[in-house]
């Protein structure tokens, strides 16, 4: 995009420095040629008055006395009927400039000098010019580089900010550019943020709600007809034995439909190294705190991996670290490590500040709660993206603040297209 707009800016200033340059350099030229004729002509004027003047006076025309008059490298003649012509000086070579001034007696007064000063001075001005005329066009390519760098990075940042959301960002960017059209892109994407973020937690609360419902029903249903199985009459034993196996088809149908619903949300989902992602993740926020006079230190054990989708895991700890910056104190803390359960990673949050207070602690992953005057979306959807990607986000510790996200250690069946070699285990 930045070459394009670069490419059109630049057409446009070469074709006004060409369709003014070619009119404004044989201008020049013509003007100087017209100046020389004017000022030779000029010349003449008073040389044929005295010649005027001394015919009048029936004095010869005396040649000595015009001859001061005459230009250096010029020559003077003058033409009267029925005599012969008068010369002063040299008439000069090749091209010359004439300028011819009648006399009142009848004849001519004949101005001329070469044209050779006259063209290097054509030749001067028209180049300078067409020097003018390039500097324009330069400065031009100047302004036209600036004014595609100022255009073209809000549309890069608006062409990220799509990325992301695409990716499951969904957090709000403040940033503008000044542009009145690209603002309302930005701010149209904001709104499409917003709107898929309560759509991504109101589908995690509905299959939540659902499953939860389903399964205490069929718990419930699949008590009973095993109560019924213990009756003597054998023929409705069977037919409670019949509608048992169809409860438990029916539970595996559920867990099947509920699992499809995991790999759907985690589609995105791929091995991450942490120790690669996450510094690169905290380099903004770092900056930030830095800017407060805080600091951020990150530790990440070797070799550490989770399975998450790029896009939301860079959600959720910007969210969280946004948060020790708005809320926290002191130096904030980014560590990840192995969770105490089998097969998880964990990625830690924490900050030297007051805390959150108990009363609070409660509500922090509650939409629209905030205890410190921000929108109250941030980590209630930071909670939803974890939860997305299969992972867990919870308030592990209330004073000092630590907010814990777990993650699962990807399998070997996480990477598509990659036989991993089976396990040996002892005969």
Not at 105 to 119: C, K, N, Y
Not at 406 to 419: H, I, K, S, T
């Amino acid at each position: 995009m930045r070459r394009r707009i670069l490419l059109a800016i630049l057409l446009a200033v070469a074709v006004t420095g060409v369709a003014l340059g070619i009119p404004l350099g044989v201008t020049a030229w013509v003007l100087v040629e017209n100046l020389a004729s004017e000022s030779l002509a000029s010349q003449a004027q008073p040389i044929a008055a005295t010649v005027d003047s001394q015919l009048a006076n029936r004095e010869p025309v005396n040649m000595e006395q015009l001859r001061v008059a005459v230009p250096n490298d010029g020559s003077l003649t003058v033409r009267q009927i029925g005599k012969p012509d008068l010369v002063a000086g040299v008439f000069p070579t090749g091209d010359a400039l004439v300028q011819v001034v009648p006399i009142a007696s009848g004849g001519t007064v004949e101005l001329a000098i070469p044209r050779g000063p006259l063209r290097s001075r054509q030749t001067q001005v028209t180049v300078a010019v067409l020097l003018l005329v390039v500097l324009s066009v330069g400065t031009g390519t100047i302004v036209a580089t600036v004014t595609a760098r100022r255009l073209a990075k809000p549309l890069r940042h608006v062409a990220d900010r799509a990325a992301k959301l695409g990716g499951g960002d969904f957090r709000p960017d403040p940033g503008r550019y000044g542009v009145g059209e690209l603002d309302m892109v930005a701010e149209a994407l904001d709104a499409s943020a917003t709107a898929l973020a309560q759509l991504v937690q109101r589908e995690r609360q509905l299959v939540g709600d659902v499953s939860h419902q389903l399964r205490s029903r069929l718990t419930a249903l699949q008590l009973r007809l095993e109560s019924l199985t213990m009756l003597p009459d054998a023929e409705a034993v069977e037919e409670a034995k019949a509608a048992q196996e169809q409860a438990d088809r029916l539970a595996e149908a559920l867990d099947e439909l509920l699992a499809a619903a995991r790999a759907a949300r985690e589609v995105g989902a791929e091995p991450i190294g942490l120790a690669e992602s996450l510094p690169v993740m905290s380099e903004e926020w770092r900056q930030l705190l830095r800017a407060e006079g805080r600091n951020l230190r990150l530790k990440v054990g070797d070799g550490l991996m989770a399975r998450a989708t790029p896009g939301r895991l860079s959600e959720v700890v910007g969210v969280l670290l946004d948060n020790a910056l708005r809320h926290g104190g002191g130096t904030v803390t980014l560590t990840a490590r192995r969770g105490d359960a089998e097969g998880t990673v964990v990625i830690e949050v924490s900050d030297t500040g007051s805390g959150v207070p108990e009363e609070l602690a409660p509500h922090v992953f509650e939409r629209g709660f905030s205890g410190g005057g921000s929108t109250g979306v941030g980590l209630a959807l930071a909670r939803a993206l974890a939860e997305a990607d299969g992972g867990r986000l919870e308030l592990s510790s209330k004073q000092p603040a630590v907010f814990s996200l777990f993650l699962r250690v990807p399998r070997p069946g996480d990477v598509a297209e990659v036989r991993w070699p089976a396990e040996r285990v002892p005969r």
